[in-house]
């Protein structure tokens, strides 16, 4: 089974990212969760050529405005 390694890149707010280890490709649109904020997907490269069964993406995402207030906090209830 293929594992996909995806370094994920925050525009449009002061947020680090991260990196996330998935079970499938990432594609434009998808929604993430990094830390306690919902994100988009917006672009998505393949930053080197599979080796083995490991994939390596880099993905550009943006905040889903509903889930962020004006103080940066996230307004999904739980």
Do not use: W
């Amino acid at each position: 089974m293929a594992s996909y390694k995806v370094s994920y890149v925050v525009i449009g707010m002061d947020h680090p990212g991260g990196i996330v280890n998935l079970d499938h490709k990432p594609f434009v649109g998808e929604q993430v969760r990094l830390s306690d904020l919902t994100f988009e997907v917006l672009e998505v490269l393949e930053i080197m050529p599979a080796r083995g069964g490991f994939h390596y993406y880099h993905a550009t995402c943006h905040p889903i405005p509903t889930d962020i207030s004006s103080d940066g906090t996230d307004q999904k209830s739980s």
